[in-house]
């Protein structure tokens, strides 16, 4: 089986290594405005997912250059994706998007835009934005999908039904924009099959796809219901096979931007062992030998 990862996606596509540019827009949600609800998804930090995502009181340009000094200080990168990530990246004043999409996109150096957001907030105005970026550089629009189950998307209070998510993929690839969707391994109550459900269902629609183990932290309302025993977390073992089964299952032209993502060390609670990231990644490396997954087609038999 071959496993397209985002290494080989990037280079395919740009032609050399290109890093990511965590960026924040200093954005919020509609599931803690008031407009949905006030409490975020029950998973949801304080920090809305991006707490190693720039400071918000620099300007974008500023975040760009001040993430470009920590990375070329390691490594001789020369290109890079601005990455809006914190919270919901087009819930916004259109115009207010325009100025810092449009300033993250003017260096030379930044090779693509990509935006994390919800599906139900692209609106006619913001597509239309999008429209007009991706005529100047490629735009990935991340989306939080996280799971096709009804029961567990109202449990986790995503808010919003699974045909939102349908039109806002219809939306974004009837502009060209390149679409990557977010789902969560081990969420409360579901099943191997479920999981891999979900998977398949938005690996079937998107041209790129994160797979990010469930993470208790501290602060969240999930972690009340952890320490009540409602649910247990998954083991490592347990994961590696989910994830192999799922990535079996996709079709093979998607690029498989994450394996697991990483949690917080100060803020997680449970598992513990995700934090263990080289442990990790060899038992997921060791499962992908057993299986016979191959990592990019330059290992290719």
Request: charged share 30%.
């Amino acid at each position: 089986m071959y496993y397209y990862s985002l290494n080989e996606y990037l280079l395919k596509t740009f032609g050399e290594k290109v890093y990511k540019i965590s960026l924040n827009g200093g954005m919020t949600c509609p599931n803690r405005d008031g407009k949905l609800g006030d409490r975020g998804c029950i998973f949801c930090s304080s920090g809305g997912s991006g707490e190693f995502s720039a400071d918000k009181r620099l300007s974008i340009t500023e975040q760009i250059e001040d993430a470009k000094r920590r990375i070329q200080s390691k490594t001789n990168c020369k290109k890079f994706i601005a990455y809006f990530q914190p919270f919901t990246n087009t819930y916004a004043d259109v115009e207010y998007l325009r100025r810092i999409f449009h300033e993250a996109i003017a260096p030379d150096e930044i090779a693509a835009l990509s935006i994390a957001t919800r599906p139900d907030c692209l609106g006619d105005d913001v597509l239309a934005l999008l429209d007009e970026l991706n005529k100047i550089k490629p735009v990935w629009v991340e989306l939080g999908l996280q799971t096709v189950h009804k029961a567990t998307a109202d449990y986790i209070r995503r808010g919003y039904e699974l045909d939102v998510y349908d039109k806002a993929v219809a939306d974004l690839k009837n502009i060209g924009v390149y679409v990557i969707t977010h789902i969560i391994l081990g969420l409360p109550f579901e099943s191997r099959d479920m999981m891999i459900k979900s998977a398949v269902y938005a690996g079937e629609r998107s041209d790129g796809i994160k797979l990010q183990l469930l993470h208790v932290l501290k602060g969240t309302d999930l972690l009340e219901e952890y320490n009540r025993g409602m649910f247990e977390t998954l083991s490592l073992e347990e994961y590696a096979d989910i994830l192999c089964e799922c990535i079996e299952r996709l079709p093979s032209g998607v690029s498989i931007h994450r394996l697991t993502g990483d949690g917080d060390k100060k803020l997680l609670v449970s598992p513990i062992w995700s934090a263990d990231k080289k442990r990790v990644l060899n038992t997921i490396n060791k499962a992908f030998k057993e299986r016979d997954v191959i990592q990019g087609r330059k290992y290719k038999k």
